[in-house]
């Protein structure tokens, strides 16, 4: 008997088992885009979220879980009266969050194609993330873009002195997140 359990401890020794990771403090998001009068871009720097995964030496080989939840009001651009605008239009009083749950990963190389839900103005829609992944010293470090239109989501692209500043519709979000 003690035969059998040594063997087994031996065959499930080698078996990786997935661990929970969680978003550390101060991720880099953006979202970027256009208006009649220039590019623009809020940044948030506020975040919460989980990743559940196996590591496989010094990189992830599976991801079975992945969270991201940011405030809205957390994107900042530098000028107070287009974030009050931004905000009306993500409708931030009822929709307070903007976020991303991971439905299904699959990776090629250090890349991961990631599917899962983005909601953003209380909106959700199902999107593929093509997301780079670099891991060192028990830190994995996922970065990538989405491309959408604000009109996707059910957002009227802001305007500003009575129309004459008018926000695009396509906008990029933009991320690097760090899990420990």
Known sequence: MKQILVAMMVMFSGLAMAQTFTLQSNPSLAITG???MHDWEMKS?????TL???MSGNSLSAIQNLEV???????KSGKAGMDKKAY???KTNSHANASFKLSSAKKS???????????????TKAVTLNVSESTSGGVITLSGSHKFNLTD???TPPTALMGTIKTGDAVEVKFNVKFK
């Open 34 to 36: 256009t208006s009649t």
């Open 45 to 49: 720097n506020t975040a919460t979220g």
């Open 52 to 54: 559940k995964g196996t």
């Open 69 to 75: 939840v940011m405030k809205a009001t957390t994107l």
């Open 88 to 90: 009306e239009a993500m």
């Open 109 to 123: 190389g250090n890349t991961w194609t990631m599917t899962g839900n983005f909601t953003f103005a209380g909106t």
């Open 153 to 155: 989501y059910k957002i």
